[in-house]
């Protein structure tokens, strides 16, 4: 017998089935009873294998027994638990939204920092190339004092080669197609999970 299968059996027979299986279960509206759960809205099994599961974990019991003896409670009289979950939800998605604002002011800091790092990176490097071409135009000017054209010549070659690498290097962040709105990352607003943005079209 599937679980499932199982599950639909206990919510029809409620306490009985308990009983049947030998399990001795406390009533619907024991406190260790989860009330949301009763009313298939527990924020755990909402946020279940999302990011923020842990953030709204449940440690009180969901037994489909329970569901069935308290729909048929309720039907006699009305318990309000409605209100109580109410007043869950209201303040989980208080909880939930503070995370997902963390998260997404992370992400901003880290895509903000890997551009800064990149940057500097790619400076350090364009100085680097711009001290060696200081150098060789030295060398360059001393070969030419020394009447050495030849080597003049391929010092000079080597400088045309390095000048070529610093202007890419300089117009490396220009040919970049810069991320279209779709390509960027950004944080769902409903589990706070990363996704980009053309997953997320798809």
Same mark, same amino acid.
């Given at each position: 017998?599937?679980?499932?299968?199982?599950?639909?059996? %206990?919510?029809?027979?409620? !306490? +009985?089935?308990? *009983?049947?299986?030998?399990? =001795?279960?406390? $009533? @619907? #509206?024991?406190?260790?009873?989860?009330?949301?759960?009763?009313?298939?809205?527990?924020?755990?099994?909402?946020?279940?294998?999302?990011?923020?599961?842990?953030?709204?974990?449940?440690?009180?019991?969901?037994?489909?027994?329970?569901? %069935?003896?308290?729909?048929? !409670? +309720?039907?006699? *009289?009305?318990?309000?638990? =409605?209100?109580? $979950? @109410? #007043?869950?939800?209201?303040?989980?998605?208080?909880?939930?939204?503070?995370?997902?604002?963390?998260?997404?002011?992370?992400?901003?800091?880290?895509?903000r920092?890997?551009?800064e790092?990149?940057?500097?990176?790619?400076?350090?490097?364009?100085?680097?190339?711009?001290? +060696?071409?200081?150098?060789?135009?030295?060398?360059?000017?001393? $070969?030419?004092?020394?009447?050495?054209?030849?080597?003049?010549?391929?010092?000079?070659?080597?400088?045309?080669?390095?000048?070529?690498?610093?202007?890419?290097?300089?117009?490396?962040?220009?040919?970049?197609?810069?991320m279209?709105?779709?390509?960027?990352?950004?944080?769902?607003?409903?589990?706070g999970?990363?996704?980009?943005?053309?997953?997320?079209?798809?």
């Amino acid at each position: 017998m599937t679980d499932t299968m199982r599950e639909a059996i %206990a919510q029809l027979m409620g !306490a +009985q089935r308990a *009983k049947e299986e030998g399990r =001795d279960l406390p $009533l @619907y #509206n024991h406190h260790s009873v989860c009330r949301p759960y009763l009313l298939s809205c527990c924020p755990g099994d909402l946020l279940g294998d999302t990011r923020l599961e842990g953030l709204v974990s449940c440690r009180k019991m969901h037994e489909p027994t329970h569901k %069935a003896d308290y729909e048929n !409670a +309720q039907a006699q *009289k009305d318990h309000f638990y =409605d209100i109580e $979950l @109410y #007043n869950i939800l209201q303040g989980t998605i208080r909880l939930v939204d503070g995370e997902i604002e963390k998260i997404k002011n992370k992400l901003d800091r880290d895509t903000r920092d890997a551009g800064e790092s990149a940057e500097i990176v790619k400076m350090k490097r364009i100085a680097d190339i711009e001290e +060696q071409i200081k150098l060789l135009v030295g060398e360059i000017e001393e $070969l030419g004092s020394q009447g050495k054209v030849e080597e003049s010549m391929r010092t000079a070659k080597k400088v045309e080669e390095l000048e070529q690498k610093k202007n890419e290097l300089k117009n490396e962040g220009k040919m970049n197609i810069p991320m279209t709105s779709q390509q960027r990352l950004r944080v769902c607003d409903d589990c706070g999970a990363q996704v980009c943005g053309i997953q997320e079209a798809k």
